[in-house]
């Protein structure tokens, strides 16, 4: 098999880039691939100025001749979909038609319903002060359907109207009862309809996306594989529970997608300059000072899904080593250097000091991860603006030291340097 499938992820709490990136590599590409995670995510893509933000749609699609796939590790809210979909047909590209844009929708992706985004709600509303401030967007309660064995799947979407009314009729039924029972907030019957129009509007988009992709693969078609939130928000290997519910990492891609693990070859792990986060959770280098504001106001640190502030803070190479190991990492995208611009020094966490020990690696324990206290080293900033920069010789000598120290700490080539956010604003560097 030739490893003709190439991955974009995030290597940090999500929001590095991965949207441009994603955009900047799809070109090369014939189909885009996203694989875990719902509208918990947003992916922004600027080009010429106009910025578009993707929340279900693989962020490839601005491009012509690319198709885009939504694969079955996928949690789908229809409504959502169906408005992402109207959007872009309203922009002028539309996701319906055969060949360039299409987009189709696994049969085996999970459906969100109203009743996942109510339970979301309920539940961080009983966490108390353990909330884990999620997206609200059903997430958790979709992936825990998904486990209990008791979601609707996207094949519903492929019977006659009648049928999807019927059987989305009956979930939902049986669902008010376990909400009742629970003393949950009631589901609004308005609701209902809303999803099964959503559910009979998607009915064309809807297909074996497993076959499809090993068609594809057979014909030598090259793919590129979107990955959402970020690495330390991975259910088994982030800051649990402070965490969403998929597999962020490399396993997600391929169970998400049904695509072998061999056939991933370039590996492109996104990172920030820094670190930002946002919602509940522990975050060893977070700035909550006149530094960490400057960064949140020059970087327009703002959740592309919920509007709300990141934190922000200095880059923690002990998380990005661990997330690069476990991915398999084969090149850094480091995007937002020119937020960096004008500061006199940067620092990067090396380290951490818990207690009397010296931690290398990122702890299991949320508890003892909040009391990490990180070992920095100091190196000199620039003071120049670097946005307008496309070449990688012409960045000043101290933007080049410190990327070059980021990819030793984590053991990582730099593939793509990313200095705004417009496609334009891009160094790509040689291997
Ligand atoms: P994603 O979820 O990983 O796709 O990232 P988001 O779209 O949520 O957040 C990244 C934000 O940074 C978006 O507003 C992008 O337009 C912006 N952005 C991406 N790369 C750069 C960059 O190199 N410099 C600056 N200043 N902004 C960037
Ligand atoms: P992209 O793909 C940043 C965070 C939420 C919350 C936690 C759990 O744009 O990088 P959830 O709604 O998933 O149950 O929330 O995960 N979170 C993200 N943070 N970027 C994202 O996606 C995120 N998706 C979820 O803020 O802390
Ligand atoms: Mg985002």
């Known amino acids: 098999m ?16 991965k949207g441009k990136v994603v955009d900047l590599l799809s070109p090369q590409n014939g189909i885009i691939v996203r694989c875990q995670g719902g509208n918990n995510a947003g992916h922004t893509v600027v ?23 939504i694969g079955n590790g996928v949690v789908i809210d229809p409504t959502v979909l169906k408005e992402e979909i109207q959007r872009l047909q309203q922009y002028g590209i539309n996701p319906a038609e055969e060949g360039k844009h299409k987009l189709h929708v696994s049969d085996r992706a999970h459906i969100i319903f109203p009743y996942h985004k109510i339970l979301d709600g309920f539940q961080e509303q009983n966490r ?10 059903g997430i958790g309660p979709a992936y825990a359907g998904k486990a209990n064995r008791t979601n609707m799947r996207m094949n519903i979407c492929q019977n006659d109207d009648d049928t999807i009314t019927r059987i989305v009729m009956d979930h939902l039924h049986q669902q008010s009862q376990i909400l009742e029972q629970l003393h949950a907030p009631a589901m609004a019957l308005d609701d209902a309809a809303k999803w099964i129009e959503a559910l009979q ?89 006149a530094t960490g504001e400057k960064i949140q106001q020059t970087g327009k640190e703002f959740g592309a899904t919920t509007g709300r502030k990141r934190r922000c803070g200095w880059f923690d190479a002990v998380i990005t080593s661990y997330t690069a ?7 850094l995208a480091i995007t937002k250097l020119d937020v960096l611009d004008g500061f006199e020094i940067i620092q990067i966490c090396t380290g951490y000091h818990c207690g009397n020990e010296t ?56 593939g793509i340097v990313s200095v705004g956010p417009d496609r334009e604003q891009t160094i790509f560097c040689e291997a």
């Open 201 to 289: 509007f998607l009915r064309p988009f809807v297909a074996d996306t497993v076959s499809l992709l090993h068609k594809e693969m057979k014909l030598g078609t090259t793919m590129l594989f979107e990955g959402a939130q970020g690495a330390m928000l991975d259910i088994d290997l982030g800051t649990y529970p402070c965490v969403t519910s998929s597999n962020p990492t490399i396993g997600g891609i391929s169970t998400g997608s049904g695509m072998p693990p061999a056939y991933f070859g370039e590996i492109f792990l996104v990172v920030k300059g820094y670190t930002t986060r946002v919602g509940e959770g522990p975050f060893p280098t977070e700035l909550k000072d």
């Open 2 to 17: 030739k490893a003709n499938g190439t991955v974009v992820l995030g290597g940090q709490w999500g929001d590095e880039g």
């Open 47 to 69: 080009v010429k100025k106009e910025k578009h933000i993707f929340h279900l749609i693989p962020s490839g699609i601005l491009n012509p001749e690319v198709r885009c796939v």
């Open 128 to 137: 108390g002060n353990k909330k884990i401030d999620t997206t609200g967007r």
């Open 359 to 414: 931690l290398e690696t990122t702890p299991a324990d949320i508890e003892v991860l909040v009391q990490c206290e990180p070992i920095y080293e100091e190196m000199p900033g620039w003071q120049s603006d670097i946005s307008g920069i496309t070449c990688y010789s012409d960045l000043p000598q101290a933007a080049k030291n410190y990327l070059a120290r980021i990819s030793e700490l984590t053991g990582v080539p730099i």
């Open 325 to 331: 190991q476990t991915n398999g990492a084969t090149k």
